[in-house]
């Protein structure tokens, strides 16, 4: 590599040792093998230090004999609550309950702390820590990278594999060996691995045999690249264009390795156990009885009613109803829909008061609980403000309302104490005029003297659904038509898209098919071919690549003539209903239709939709609009529908997973400067040839190349597999490995701080049948592990070892972003432990013109831990993504731990922050009632496992007590003793 | 070390100085403790220019003089097709709508159709008579002042690849910005703003988004922080929360950290932690001020182009570039000035395969005043002394257009970009491409050496710019890059 000859004189300080010696040697030259790291691993006695009290065991005494020989010494024992905190988060990422603290702190067993060990390593939530750290090694993303950037809808399967392997104990070489050719061990999930990198899919690789060449080269050097860094912490890839100049690594032995792998390509394959098996076939009928579902429920959809549009709108500060008098017991108001709230879309409606007037000269409002009427709901979300019991208060003001628990929807019924006669309801938002999100826009008013005999009072139907961009159905009272008009009067940019017009008679046939004799004519068309053309537009193929665009801007028509007059009444089209695109879409158009003779007539348009664009999510009540003939009949089909579909996706859940398909192997050339356009002579599969002498035959089918080299990477006589795995495993609980270059056990990365230590745990790993849990147990249980982290009386040990790499003290370090989110989440009770499958989205919108635009307040499944987060490569999660958490674009062997102005902002004002304080004021109430100094004490033990001090408890008080406990939250959650691993 | 506390409020001065760690005084030994703090290896070539983590935008020594303190980078998302703009092929003319003999038959998005001539009018510009397309008559006009360098090369064709090339030295993702590297070994003048900052196109984010400004392996620190006249920094301020709930939270949080560094007073990332929610408190108040743009005179707006009511993209665009002048006005050491959002069919970005001189009218209309503007602006107030301009896009466009179409496609081997200001000679054109605009054929310059010269204006050395990850010293220049002398004043 001509870095380094030409830049070796500016390496930094801390290699100049290393460099030395090279730069000795003159010119370049093959490296030496007799390299540290590639001479076989030994098991070397533990030495016996002066200090015979001290260590707990033998990693101790490596640590102790080094310090001595240094002059130093190390800490006192930290006390045993920081201990648990460490041990907490180093395991399992999340701080201890004051419950566990407790029980820690009075256990008197003299296994106490075994026993601390043992349970978080049984935890699942174990798993699901460490699993990120291998995640992070291996460029781990639910998304493919580059600029689409497009999601990887089954990389989670790999992701619950690391988790399950984890937890497990899988041993580290089974381990390797399921993730190279897991498909011939029965974990099909594992070679995800193989593929962690970005990829340019097929499409956005130029359509020259150049750019196909090298893209396929750059995927093979992402697999090979993981491979050596991740096993061997070498730079393998260094040898791609040149011979590596620091390792002996050549050019050759790189696309030796390539040969192991070359019949990988980037792609999902179906996950084979025996249960996804029997499942493979109950699916079939179940998919079945759906289609049939869907195709009786293509029926049920809310005539269109052109130009009638919605005629009542609901106003935020006051809604008076009119009905004709009415003697009932029961009121019920239903809502189904709400207006959007600008940032967080469709959200929980709201109603401050709800009053029922009797039909008398002086109307008196009998809603009122003071009158005596109870009031249930559909549900509830219940804060200061928002409670059931204030809708029928009397008193008006957000303040002082009630707010359902659904987005859009919910009912609200109130039980009179006697049938009254009734004449007119008043309903209101916020009457003070304050608030006017979380309107009710479409609703229906019932009465009756009982809760199964209401009749409607007022019904204020929901619009159609807004246009989206896969399909919509405009149906219409059935009509004869000889040719149907589709005119665009609008879209959302650029010009309109149209994958397919279909028009469908009474019976579901679809008779706008080309191959019915149907033609089509248009205004004009933009044409790319193969792409966009007027043809695709009723050829019966979905998707954007088969295609009708028109000429204009924002607007176009189409007009289809069927071969003979036809009786119609449905029109479905689409922009792409592969649901790749969603931009030039159809928002404002009028179908009409003509009779052979006569003139067009208006069927439907979207006057009478809703206009708020939904994207690609279902309408919250697809049958609303409906009347109630249909409505009874459809929910019964949509019911079943669901049952099915929930059925078939548990069912489906990590069927598929990208973890590659395997085919045979591409011939490998070395290629000359890694131009694919200069191969030289072809290259057979064999391992680093520093390292061994493996070399397969040309003809050895994939599988086999996978398992050999398998076989090699996870042997206990590879003298840098395990070295490798038992540094990374320090570096976890120590912030540095003994070597701080984790994945360059090469000649340029750092010599092992304690070259015996490393070996003998790496013989001790092995030893132990490679249990990743036991090499855990030996780290976390010593008494280098338990030293305090203050440097104390030890000034000179500051002076001599400032990074503590001799371990004279615990090494503090602040928590990574994902500990960080979770622990806010543990805090404040709002963690959901739910464990695997698709990730839960931090963005509301992937890609496309605005990015990626976070979701700011989460609930439900975004309350998981970040773990389970939809990864999205290249985007930083918008709060605790600045923590120096990796994009996954390249190998991050250790995280970076920077502090910028940025990371305050984020974790000082995002709404997460506030939210999770608001959640931890409410759950100390709960537990600890209205008194404002037991909520501090249990605040802080909650957030720091400790009670607060008389100073701190002085300090805290009269600020809680003016400005509400939420503010000690967000104090809490920004505080540096809340930020670090003690 | 040069540190001082003097931008902190009492509060933090008194904190850091019972610290000791940044009184002036620190021992060869406390800084090597500084470094450790950005992860062990935050290191600097050049000897004893440790990143202070309390303040990792205090300005840093370059490794020798510097021509340019700031930079701006207006970055046309797309390709730009140089025979639209800068580089004139008149045998183009001759040649229109015949075939090519000998060329590709299927390039990056299809086959090829014939040649096409340019589709605006070259005229000759100022002193130089350099040939310069009306497409865009404002910048035109400043030819005289502007460096061209005509062969530049990408390694990709794609863009995304390509974009990443351009900002990052590598077609792969994950590796760290031009920008970051900039303001990782330099700091910032400003201490109230971010060091490096994007603003985006008020069309949308370019094609390659996030990579274009990511820190890569780098500190988080040195990331892009985004924002633009349109759209603020995120996390400003706390939605919902009173003034007084504020402050009090913020006093909380103070008295808390001061206490637990008390009973710590060793660990200097605790004391940075503690300057880093000061600096944001500082970009509370100067984020909103610089981007408002209430107190710029009317002739200014005027000149950009900002009062445009007719064309709101481009006001959008020209307050940007008002955002852009201010930013290095404050110090700011990088600011990338984004032209042209995403992949549209060339609607919103310079990606012209189909309608190339439709969609070109439009995006020059947005471009071409605004930036023009700008560097007269610069020029006049003395800051293009001090600044450096680098005009830059991804690749060029094929001399002929794509099969049934009327546009161009992506061509990697050889386009334009052109730097002015500090460092930078003026009214020269260097490198060449064939008769026809298709490949560099002389002094070709693959995009390391574009950036390798824009790092050496910034008195920075491109192979001593170096951050180890996963086993390599990384640059961003890869193995490569050669300066381009022939462009220095």
Known sequence: ?982 | MNHSAEHLTPHGRHLLNRRGFLNGTATALGSIALTNLLGGDGLLAAPGSLIDPARPYAPRPPHFRAQAKNVIVIFCAGAVSQLETWDYKPELIKWDNQPLPGGPSVTFQGPAGNLARPQYAFRPRGQTGKMVSDLIPHLAELTDDLAFIHSLTSKSNTHGPAENFLSTGFVLDGFPSLGSWISYALGSESQDLPAFVSILDPRGVPQNGSNNWGPGFLPAAFQGTTFSAKDPVRHLAAPGVSAEADRAARSLLQRMNSRHLEQNPSDSKLAARIASYELAARMQLSVPAISDLSTEPAHILKSYGADDTSNPIKAGFAKNCILARRLVERGVRFVQLFNGAYASGGELNWDGHSKLKEQYDKHAAILDQPAAALIRDLRQRGLLEETLVVWCTEFGRMPFFQKGAQGRDHNPDGFTCWLTGAGVKRGVSHGLTDELGQKAIHDLHPLYDLNATILHLLGLDHERLTFEHNGVQRRLTNVEGELIRQILA
């Not at chain 1, 540290?36 to 016996?48: A, G, L, M």
């Not at chain 1, 999601?151 to 988790?163: G, L, S, T």
């Not at chain 1, 509301?844 to 309350?863: A, C, I």
């Open chain 1, 1 to 982: 590599m001509k870095l380094f000859t030409r830049q070796r004189r500016h390496m930094p300080l801390v290699l100049l040792g290393l460099l030395l010696v090279w730069t000795a040697d003159g010119e370049m030259r093959p490296a030496p093998t007799e390299h540290w790291s590639f001479q076989p691993v030994t098991r070397p006695i533990p030495p016996t230090a002066s200090d015979r009290e001290w260590p707990r065991n033998e990693v101790d005494r490596f640590i102790l004999a080094r310090l001595e020989k240094e002059g130093l010494k190390p800490s006192p024992e930290t006390d045993r609550v920081r201990w648990l905190r460490r041990v907490s988060f180093d395991l399992v990422g999340l701080p201890p309950t004051p419950e566990q603290v407790e029980s820690f702190v009075q256990e008197r067993r003299p296994d106490a702390y075994e026993r601390v060990v043992d349970e978080l390593l049984n935890s699942p939530r174990y798993g699901e820590r460490w699993a990120q750290h291998w995640l992070d090694v291996v460029r781990y993303a639910d998304t493919h990278g580059f600029e689409v950037n497009t999601e990887r809808p089954h990389a989670w399967p790999y992701r619950d594999y690391v988790i399950r392997a984890f937890n497990r104990d899988t041993p580290y070489d089974r381990f390797i060996r399921e993730q190279i050719v897991g498909d011939a061990l029965g974990e099909d999930a594992a070679t995800g691995f193989l593929i962690t990198a970005s990829v340019l899919l097929p499409g956005q690789i130029g359509a020259d045999e150049v750019s196909k060449r090298l893209a396929r080269q750059d995927a093979l050097d992402e697999i090979v690249v993981n491979l050596g860094q991740t096993f061997l912490g070498l730079s393998v890839g260094c040898a791609r264009c040149h011979d590596h100049k620091f390792d002996p690594i050549s050019a050759r032995d790189y696309y030796a390795l390539q040969a192991f792998v070359a019949g990988v390509e980037y792609e999902d394959r179906d996950v084979r156990t025996p249960e996804t098996e029997v499942k493979r076939r109950d699916e079939k009928a179940l998919e079945a009885r759906v289609a049939e579902l869907d195709r009786q429920l293509a029926q049920f959809v809310p005539v269109a009613r052109p130009k009638t549009g919605n005629a009542r709108a609901s106003r935020a500060q006051e809604n008076v109803e009119h009905f004709p008098a009415v003697t009932a017991k029961f009121v019920r108001f239903t809502i189904h829909e709400t207006s959007l709230h600008p940032t967080l879309g469709l959200i929980e409606p709201c109603v401050d008061e709800f009053e029922i007037f009797t039909d008398e000269p002086q109307p008196r409002n009998v809603a009122l609980a003071t009158h005596g009427t109870k009031v249930t709901a559909s549900g509830s979300r219940t804060s200061d403000r928002h409670k059931l019991e204030h809708l029928h208060d009397g008193k008006y003001g957000n303040g002082w309302s009630w707010m359902a628990n659904s987005a859009g929807r919910g009912w609200v019924q109130f039980e009179l104490p006697e049938p009254t006669r009734l004449a007119k309801v008043i309903w209101s938002r916020d009457r003070e005029g304050g608030f006017n999100d979380r309107l009710a826009t479409a609703y229906t008013l019932a009465a009756g003297a009982s809760p199964d005999t209401l009749q409607t009072l007022v019904a204020v139907p929901p619009p159609r659904p807004a246009v989206n961009a896969r399909v919509n159905t405009d149906r219409f009272a059935p009509v004869k038509a000889k040719r149907v008009r589709f005119t665009i009067r609008e879209t959302n940019n650029l010009e309109p898209c149209v994958d397919e017009l279909e028009v469908f008679d009474p019976a579901g046939t679809n008779v706008a098919l080309a191959s019915t004799g149907t033609t089509v004519t248009s205004s004009g068309d933009t044409v790319v071919a193969e792409r966009h053309e007027l043809r695709f537009l009723n050829d019966g193929e979905y998707g954007n690549s088969r295609s009708w665009m028109s000429a204009e801007r924002g607007r176009g028509w189409v007009v289809l003539e069927f071969a003979q007059e036809r009786l119609i009444d449905r029109v479905i089209w689409g922009r792409d209903r592969k649901a790749e695109f969603s931009d030039r879409l159809v928002t404002n158009y009028v179908i009409e239709v003509a009779a052979s003779s006569g003139e067009w007539r208006v069927v439907a348009d979207a006057s009478d939709r809703a206009t708020q664009l939904l994207g690609d999510k279902a309408p919250a009540n697809p049958l609303a609009g409906l009347d109630a003939d249909e409505t009874k009949p459809a929910t019964r089909l949509l019911d079943e529908k669901k049952t099915l579909e929930s059925e078939l996706r548990a069912g489906a859940e990590g069927r598929l997973a990208f973890a590659g398909k395997f085919r045979a192997p591409d011939t490998i050339h070395l290629l000359n400067r890694g131009d694919p356009e200069q191969p030289r002579d072809e290259v057979v599969p064999a391992v680093l040839s520093v390292l061994g002498s493996t070399k397969l035959a040309r003809d050895t089918a994939e599988q086999e190349r996978r398992r050999v080299l398998a076989d090699w990477l996870a042997s206990p006589e590879n003298p840098l597999t395990a070295r490798v795995m038992v540094n990374r495993l320090w570096q976890g609980h120590f912030g540095s490995g003994l070597v701080d270059t984790p994945s360059d056990f090469g000649r340029n990365g750092t010599k092992p701080s304690h070259p015996e230590l490393l070996d003998w745990l790496a013989s001790e790993f092995v030893r132990s049948n490679w249990s990743v849990k036991q090499l855990h147990r030996l780290l976390v249980l010593s008494a280098t592990y338990r030293q305090s982290s203050k440097p104390g009386a030890q000034a000179t040990a500051t002076a001599q070892d400032s990074e503590v790499r001799l371990l004279w003290r615990f090494p503090p370090r602040r928590l990574d972003s994902e500990p960080i989110r979770d622990a806010l989440l543990a805090v404040s009770g709002k963690l959901d432990l739910k464990m695997y499958g698709r990730g839960f989205d931090l963005f509301n919108q992937r890609g496309g013109l605005s990015g990626f635009q976070p979701v700011e307040s989460f609930r439900g499944e975004g309350l998981r831990r970040m773990i389970y987060a939809h990864k999205v490569r290249r985007e930083r999660e918008a709060v605790f993504g600045a923590f120096d958490c990796p994009d996954a674009g390249q190998s991050t062997a250790r995280r970076r731990e920077s502090t910028t102005p940025i990371q305050a902002l984020n974790l000082f004002n995002s709404r997460f922050t506030l939210e999770q304080a608001e959640a931890l004021a409410a759950r100390v109430q709960a537990e600890v009632g209205a008194e404002v100094a037991p909520q501090i004490r249990r605040a802080y033990q909650l957030a720091l496992s400790r009670n607060p001090s008389a100073a701190e408890l002085a300090e805290a008080t009269p600020i809680v007590a003016t400005h509400g406990l939420p503010v000690l939250g967000r104090a809490l959650f920004n505080s540096n003793e809340f930020l670090f691993v003690p």
